[in-house]
């Protein structure tokens, strides 16, 4: 089957300019290989994209025409764009008719209907393998490969050395080791036997209600409890008040857990009152005292303001010079 395709050259490259050949409907492109230099190219996203839906599209010859200039190529990769029906980039390889390409192909499963394993014994066919990679000559290369499951047994598997590949096509494997292709398993089907005895324990089995859980108590040990708790009711009383708290708290179930603590919610107008409101009364503390004193008073150790020994009286200075004379002369004695 020949299938052809049309590209142009591209003369404009970069994410740019890429996204503007996408909005034109266009598909940005390269297309190298056969030892000449890759060539960047756009394609017409219509096109492309329903031959993209083609299977022999993934793996067969195409002819591609880039300009005046006509080669084969094959489709080597592509990009989708996540979630819209876009294509995003196009990879096309050049091949030379006298070297051999590396092709994954799919697989056909034919006459599975007639196998022994699936009409006599009723079993169900499992594809393991869906697509073989091999390795041919571009004319050799087929489009698909059928794998006859007409003599397939149940419990059986088919391998890859028990295929018939086409002429010149050979499979690219590990050396040494034959994959599985396809099997035919059986389906378990369950007796009468076994569904009564499945349908008898899952009766057996209790329901999550009737299963008590560890807070909770039969009734047979709530009536033993206020039994209990009655005749110990009649006895002398402690006198201590620590002793009777004592006795509360060995009564108390500690299965039954904590009552749930009130939940505190942060209100910023009750944060901002309580802010201005501690604000205005320490400023009106400030301002009485410092009327009191005829000035401000500085604490022990504490500097004052900038411009406030100017503004305070005498007795304030000398007070706030003795104050820092001593914070001076305590820190350099020796510890």
């Keep these: 089957m020949k299938i052809s395709i049309k590209a142009e ?13 996408r909005r034109e409907s266009k598909v940005p492109g390269v297309l190298y290989g ?6 960047a190219i756009q394609l017409d996203h219509k096109d492309l994209w329903f031959k993209l839906k083609m299977e022999a599209f993934h793996a067969s010859i195409l002819d591609m025409e ?6 084969q190529v094959l ?10 029906p876009l294509i995003l980039h196009a990879d096309f390889q050049r091949v030379a008719a006298d070297k051999k390409v590396h092709v994954r192909i799919p697989l056909h499963f034919v006459n599975a209907e007639i196998s022994p394993g699936v009409k006599v014994a009723g079993g169900l066919v499992e594809h393991v393998m869906k697509e073989l990679e091999v390795s ?4 050799d290369l087929p489009e698909f490969i059928e794998v006859d499951l007409s003599n397939l047994q149940a419990g059986h598997s088919l391998h890859l050395s028990g295929m018939t590949l086409p002429g010149g096509v050979e499979a690219v494997v590990p050396k040494g080791e034959d994959p599985t292709v396809a099997t035919i398993v059986i389906p378990k089907v369950m007796t009468a036997d076994e569904e009564a005895a499945e349908i008898a324990a899952a009766a ?7 299963v008590p859980t560890t807070a909770q108590k039969t009734k047979e040990e709530e009536a ?6 009655a005749s110990a009711g009649g006895g002398a009383k402690e006198g201590k008040s620590g002793g009777a708290k004592d006795d509360k708290k060995d009564k108390k179930d500690p299965s039954k857990g904590r009552p749930p603590t009130r939940r505190a919610f942060f209100s910023w107008k009750t944060f901002v009152s309580s802010w201005a409101s501690a604000i205005r009364g320490g400023s ?3 301002r009485a005292t410092t009327r009191a004193s005829g000035g401000w008073t500085p604490l022990p150790g504490a500097s004052a303001p900038r411009g406030s020994a100017r503004r305070s009286s005498p007795d304030t200075r000398r007070a706030w010079r003795r104050a820092s004379a001593s914070s001076r002369s305590s820190s350099r004695r020796p510890t």
């Design 75 to 84: 489709l080597r990769d592509y990009q989708m764009h996540p979630f819209r």
């Design 136 to 139: 041919c000559l571009p004319k």
């Design 34 to 39: 056969a030892g000449k230099d890759a060539q």
């Design 284 to 286: 009106t503390k400030r």
């Design 204 to 210: 057996t089995v209790p329901s999550a209600a009737d």
């Design 9 to 21: 050259p591209r003369s404009v490259q970069g994410t740019g300019a890429s996204r503007r050949l």
């Design 224 to 229: 033993a409890e206020a039994a209990a708790a």
């Design 66 to 71: 880039v300009g005046a200039e006509k080669s």
